[in-house]
């Protein structure tokens, strides 16, 4: 019953927010949905068998709409996703970019990961640094395991990697293109 409702909340929000065509049936007015929730317990079989179908078309769309906007990204052999977005954005933008895919900019934790996103960069026409997903607000080195810091770099900031898979520390308010990462387990088709 629960999913029902999650469902037909996602669906509303998808038509007031896109307005696919043919979605413009699924609920005729605003003030419709309301109703149709309050009145979910009291439905008969045919019209829960209705919004069960209704429910089902969604979805599909929906998961279509996922295939749509991940053929974009690279796929690792462990499954987990990548995409180098050209356009500029600081650091905390980029970041809030990627969240709106369900993914974080890049965390790049071994050698493996670096050349993958490496290759990124380097198969793009994006010659500069892009923002990978670490930020720090210290002035020792990080806890993390793996890294791959030019020796001048500052460690006050955001870091950035080169096409040589160097990182680097800049201003996080810069204006950079960003690599985004869908970690196997969060990706939803």
Same mark, same amino acid.
């Given at each position: 019953? &629960?999913?029902?409702?999650?469902?037909?909340?996602?669906?509303?929000?998808?038509?007031?927010?896109?307005?696919?065509?043919?979605?413009?049936?699924?609920?005729?007015?605003? %003030?419709?949905?309301?109703?149709?929730?309050?009145?979910?317990?009291? &439905?008969?079989?045919?019209?829960?068998?209705?919004?069960?179908?209704?429910?089902?078309?969604?979805?599909?769309?929906?998961?279509?709409?996922?295939?749509?906007?991940?053929?974009?990204?690279?796929?690792? %052999?462990?499954?987990?996703?990548?995409?180098?977005?050209? %356009?500029?954005?600081?650091?905390?933008?980029?970041? &809030?970019?990627?969240?709106?895919?369900?993914?974080?900019?890049?965390?790049?934790?071994?050698?493996?990961?670096?050349?993958?996103?490496?290759?990124?960069?380097?198969?793009?026409?994006?010659?500069?640094?892009?923002?990978?997903?670490?930020?720090?607000?210290?002035?020792?080195?990080?806890?993390?395991?793996?890294?791959?810091?030019?020796?001048?770099?500052?460690?006050?900031?955001?870091?950035?990697?080169?096409?040589?898979?160097?990182?680097?520390? &800049?201003?996080?308010?810069?204006?950079?293109?960003?690599?985004?990462?869908?970690?196997?387990?969060?990706?939803?088709?």
């Amino acid at each position: 019953m &629960r999913s029902i409702f999650v469902v037909l909340l996602m669906a509303a929000v998808v038509q007031t927010q896109f307005n696919f065509h043919g979605m413009s049936s699924f609920f005729s007015t605003d %003030e419709e949905f309301p109703t149709q929730l309050q009145n979910f317990e009291g &439905r008969t079989q045919t019209e829960i068998r209705t919004l069960k179908e209704k429910v089902e078309k969604l979805e599909k769309l929906v998961e279509g709409l996922q295939s749509i906007l991940m053929k974009e990204w690279n796929t690792t %052999e462990s499954g987990s996703k990548y995409r180098l977005f050209e %356009e500029r954005k600081n650091w905390d933008n980029a970041e &809030r970019h990627c969240q709106g895919f369900g993914a974080h900019l890049a965390i790049i934790d071994n050698e493996a990961k670096n050349t993958f996103v490496t290759n990124l960069i380097n198969s793009s026409e994006t010659s500069d640094f892009a923002w990978i997903g670490m930020k720090t607000k210290t002035t020792t080195q990080t806890s993390t395991p793996f890294t791959n810091f030019d020796a001048e770099s500052p460690i006050d900031g955001c870091a950035v990697m080169d096409a040589k898979g160097v990182w680097s520390i &800049r201003s996080c308010i810069q204006l950079r293109p960003f690599i985004c990462q869908i970690i196997k387990s969060d990706i939803s088709i």
